[in-house]
């Protein structure tokens, strides 16, 4: 089984800047993609970022694009997302989560394990 832990929550005002962290522990067998994704109440869950397990292709959804930042620590079971110029509708869950695969995919569907989430608040 493998375990995925968030770090970095919090709240911040708007303009403001948080770092979330991710570590994979467990039964992590071979290369895989990371990705970040969030959900706001009352609605579905959305693609926020990917990496592939190198750290040299990264994914951003358009609404975090130049924001947001994904990375791999130099330990490859970590990833951060440094997020800046936060936006009170970055508001949300986030949520990391691993995909077995070369490329990370924006589709929650194709992830194989998910962490608990990390409160994510942004004020105006």
């Known amino acids: 089984q493998v375990q995925l832990v968030e770090s970095g929550g919090g709240l911040v005002q708007a303009g403001g800047s948080l770092r979330l962290s991710c570590a994979a522990s467990?039964?992590?067998?071979?290369?895989?993609?990371m990705g970040w994704f969030r959900q706001a109440p009352g609605k579905e869950r959305e693609f926020v970022a990917a990496i592939n397990w190198s750290g040299r292709s990264t994914y951003y959804a358009d609404s975090v694009k130049g924001r947001f930042t994904i990375s791999r620590g130099n330990a490859k079971n970590t990833v951060n997302l440094q997020m800046n110029s936060l936006k009170p509708e970055d508001t949300a869950v986030y949520y990391c989560a691993l995909d077995y695969t070369t490329q990370p995919s924006t589709s929650s569907r194709n992830y194989d394990y998910w962490g608990q989430g990390t409160q994510v608040t942004v004020s105006s």
């Open positions: 467990g039964r992590t067998f071979g290369n895989y993609a």
